[in-house]
């Protein structure tokens, strides 16, 4: 249980007493202490003090029970940008805090609003109705007056009433205030150092310093640096101080309770420090850099380990101010550069290239866009069920269950049905499918206007909109609707092409374009324009408005540099997932145009975003909710996870990377994760779609809304044949493992490869090929950077290639009819460690567990083996007819694949000897 960091140095010295924890942050004291405690040696004890302190929604130490509880991010007016609220009755949030004098509880008011029950200490004191005809910003809705020094506790009860007048019964939490009054004890402050030249102190509170994590704030603190600081003692938590100049310094304190911690300095691990001493000291420089450059930005990283000295007793680290030339408020200078370019855009004024400059780039393989079947296994198995799930909607007038997001926006609806639909007929002529293409793309045409604009709605409810929900439709409906009658298109219905093509002659022209960008969800807009361009209706026009609308050079820029808090706090609009969408888009305009800036962008962003925000898994780890989620954040049983739509996203971006690249191993294998991983993981019996992927507690209900994540899967379900292979003028790559058959033309004949295997449930993998004909040609197998060893790979029974994890293998030769390759995929087993900032009480480590490609989970939420994690592996032991299944030796525990959990589950149990 986390101490009072502030009152540690002297209560020390009194173990006799019982301690209790406060909820603001750790804070403890006893209930009934004297007012006067002598204090240890080298400290001394300040006069009492009254202390209020603002407790957030989203603290740890404020508990929230029953259904309904929804976090979102209302912006300026809450406290920290967001509150948390339910309309279900008996639902409560509750804080319990040891030692206060006053408790007040912090909401808006609006029409929405309705009562809520409040408690003191168990008793209720009053009815609150938060219901107001206009809205209200944050003030206190209860006060609880003055109450006796001691430990209280404030508790919230929806009623699930409200005035007549009110629209909904929402009761909101957005924070809690709590006075308090104490005694404080005081660091002995160490002699200041010589000053760097031109350098100033910084506060931990400036907007430079970005703590992430469980840190707490110490305010009225005598010794320390504007008389305050954060603590905290939770591994892997961190924080963040940027800053420009030749010189850093980081000052902290040191006292029994400190541990290590481990410093970088533009991602490099400069040293780890020991923050331990027997006395509570302050203003000691725990870590000095000089001698660097004096240009670019600098990031200094501070990272709270577990590990600390023998003699400690915890492992806080202190941040109580940074020295340093110039510190840099990256948000808000991102924020800046931002709006200087919106408005560049919105004069007209943004430049951009010419089409004569423009140096198209091919693709260096293709992936088939038809000739592939699957056969059975659980690849095809998905593909099934996303069919029966499109028949389900298409018999609905909303093509969904009830009326879901039809009448929000029907577009992006029409864009699922024809993107899974469409796409499914690449692989084979089915009568229900072309009826649903034809179908949707004849309402669509008798919709359209004779301008071309297309939609259900006029244009003052979804272009002319900045603000609100219905601003969603002029990106995000446009924009899956193009992706659906684009696939319509190349399934063979031309009159899809024709809507396209009027419509965006109308679109380039509109008088909205200078505003695209401002809106809800704006993000979605970025594909839309190089996705018609690669159509065979493009013209120079559809890019031409992306250059000069869309593409946004300041984040570019910052993607380019690898920079991660470019997509923690995206200023365009909500950062989250959906900012793949610009990766997406920056691939095609490199593409079309050759320009180096986008390449360099789409590799920058991948592997910041790879490194930053992408579960072990695949899961994504932005996610639209609860936020902010810093770089390696990682939340997995706090805030939303693992969006659908982020890794489908992804797995476009990774698809096109795959065919500029074929043999970069890496982007298959990021493939295969998100298949595994999210989309089998997303997809019920009944092919219905859950919203999010999460890794721990239970799964989210699959739905038949039409939500985003159902019209971004459904499309890539029906894709998944093309995903397997690639071909070129040289022959084929072999990318995945699923039993399938693809037909294609190798030097102008057809050729033939029949794949077959379970995998993953079991590793054998063989390939026939077929041909009239010796054809000479080179067959390259992936070998999965995944694979427990060196992979080798037979050809008619003898040993061809002996290729490394993570890489192709080449074999070339003349092939004939019936030539079998053969090899066995090493899937071992595989322990990571959790890092995130989502650690488990006393730091106890998490780990996951992957065989092979897929991520296994524990079926048990609060499930702890004992073991070390390396021998992990040998505890299991395969359960008999269920492939992937493991019985843990000396429990009651399974491990099982994550995509097959239906239960009460974790993927990432406690693991500790």
Request: hydrophobic share 35%; glycine share 8%; net charge neutral.
């Amino acid at each position: 249980m986390k101490t009072n960091r502030s009152t540690r140095a002297w209560l020390q010295c009194v173990l006799a007493m019982a301690f209790l924890p406060v909820g603001f942050g750790g804070f403890v004291r006893a209930a009934d202490a004297p007012a006067t405690i002598l204090a240890p040696a080298n400290t001394t004890v300040s006069n009492a003090v009254v202390r209020v302190r603002s407790i957030d929604d989203r603290h740890k130490d404020i508990t929230y029970s029953g259904s309904g509880w929804t976090t979102f991010n209302p912006g300026s007016g809450w406290y920290n940008g967001t509150a948390k609220s339910s309309t279900v009755a008996k639902a409560f949030f509750e804080y319990a805090n040891p030692s206060c004098t006053r408790l007040k509880w912090f909401c808006t008011k609006s029409n929405s609003r309705g009562k809520a029950d409040v408690y003191v200490d168990g008793v209720l004191k009053s009815t609150v109705d938060t219901y107001s005809a206009t809205d209200q910003p944050t003030s206190a809705v209860f006060d609880s007056g003055e109450l006796p020094l001691g430990r209280h506790a404030l508790k919230v009860v929806v009623t699930h009433q409200k005035s007549a007048a009110a629209s909904d019964y929402w009761v909101e939490c957005d924070k809690v205030e709590v006075v308090t009054t104490e005694t404080l004890a005081v660091a002995t402050p160490q002699p200041a150092p010589t000053p760097i030249p031109g350098a100033v102190i910084v506060n931990d509170s400036d907007g430079s310093v970005l703590c992430f994590g469980n840190w707490e704030t110490e305010t009225d603190r005598d010794g320390f640096h504007s008389r305050d600081y954060h603590a905290c003692n939770v591994q892997y938590n961190y924080c963040e101080f940027k800053f420009t100049g030749s010189a850093v310094r980081w000052y902290g304190s040191k006292n029994k309770d400190h541990g290590f911690a481990d410093v970088y300095l533009d991602g490099a691990l400069q040293k780890t420090v020991d923050a331990y001493n027997p006395a509570w000291i302050c203003n000691v420089v725990l870590f000095e850099k000089t001698g660097l450059s004096a240009g670019p930005c600098h990031t200094l990283r501070i990272v709270v380990r577990k590990d600390r000295n023998p003699n400690a007793t915890d492992c806080y680290q202190d941040i109580d101010c940074f020295e340093a030339i110039q510190p840099v408020n990256y948000v808000e200078e991102i924020t800046k550069d931002m709006r200087t370019e919106y408005a560049q855009i919105e004069s007209g004024a943004k430049p951009y290239a010419q089409p004569d400059t423009w140096k198209p780039v091919s693709y260096a393989a293709q992936s088939p866009t038809t000739g592939v079947s699957l056969h059975a296994g659980v690849l095809n198995d998905a593909f099934q069920r996303n069919i029966d799930y499109l028949n389900h909607c298409f018999a609905s007038k909303t093509y969904c269950d009830g009326q879901g997001w039809f009448g929000w926006l029907p577009a992006s609806n029409e864009g699922r049905l024809l993107q899974g639909a469409a796409n499914s007929l690449r692989w084979g002529e089915r009568a229900d499918l072309r009826n649903i293409v034809d179908t949707v793309v004849s309402r669509i045409q008798a919709r359209q206007r004779a301008d071309g604009y297309h939609n259900y709605y006029p244009e003052k409810d979804s272009f002319a909109c900045e603000t609100g929900g219905n601003s969603e439709r002029k990106n995000y409906d446009r924009v899956f609707w193009t992706r659906g009658l684009l696939d319509a298109g190349r399934a063979g219905n031309a009159a899809a092409y024709t809507i396209v093509r009027k419509f965006y002659d109308w679109f380039n022209g509109c008088s909205y374009l200078p505003r695209m960008i401002i809106g809800c969800n704006s993000p979605n807009g970025f594909p839309g324009g190089p996705l018609v361009y690669l159509s065979p209706v493009g013209t120079s026009k559809d890019l031409i408005v992306s250059e000069r609308f869309f593409d946004q050079e300041y984040w570019m820029r910052e993607l380019r540099n690898q920079e991660p808090l470019c997509f923690t706090f995206y200023p365009g609009e909500r950062p989250h997932c959906y900012d793949l969408l610009g990766l997406e888009a920056y691939i095609d305009e490199y593409r079309a145009t050759g320009a180096p800036k986008y390449l360099d962008t789409v590799l920058g962003g991948w592997s910041m975003y790879k490194d930053n925000f992408e579960h072990v898994g695949g899961t994504t780890a932005i996610c639209e909710a609860n936020g902010p989620y810093p770089p390696k954040s990682y939340k997995i049983t706090t805030g939303c996870t693992g969006e659908t739509c982020g890794s489908v996203f992804w797995a476009n971006i990774n698809s096109r990377l795959m065919q500029l690249y074929p043999t970069r191993e890496k982007y298959a294998n990021e493939i295969e994760k998100e298949i595994y991983n999210v989309v089998l993981a997303c997809q019920d019996a009944k092919g219905y779609i859950r919203y999010h992927n999460r890794l721990h507690g239970t799964k989210d209900t699959p739905q038949c809304q039409g939500t985003c994540c159902e019209c971004s899967v459904v499309g890539m379900l029906a894709k998944l044949p093309e995903y397997i292979y690639s071909t070129d003028k040289d022959g084929l790559f072999v990318n995945l493992y699923a039993a399938s058959t693809i037909t294609w033309n190798q030097g102008g004949s057809s050729v033939t490869l029949t794949q077959t295997t379970s995998f993953p449930n079991a590793a054998d993998v063989t390939l026939t090929v077929g041909t009239p004909t010796p054809k000479e040609m080179n067959i390259r197998i992936r070998v999965p950077s995944w694979a427990a060893e060196n992979m080798d790979i037979n050809v008619n029974g003898k040993r061809a290639a002996t290729a490394r994890p993570g890489s192709y293998a080449s074999i070339r030769r003349e092939w004939a009819d019936n030539d079998v390759v053969s090899f066995t995929l090493p899937m071992g087993f595989k322990t990571i460690k959790y890092t995130g900032l989502d650690q488990a009480t006393d730091n106890v480590d998490r780990y996951f567990l992957l065989k092979g490609p897929i991520l296994l989970a524990l079926n048990d939420a609060n499930g702890r083996i004992h073991a070390d994690s390396a021998t992990l592996p040998s505890l299991l032991t395969p359960v008999e007819d269920s492939p992937l299944h493991y019985e843990v030796k000396g429990t009651a525990y399974q491990y099982l694949p994550y995509w097959q959990v239906t239960s009460n589950f974790t993927c990432f149990p406690m693991v500790q000897p």
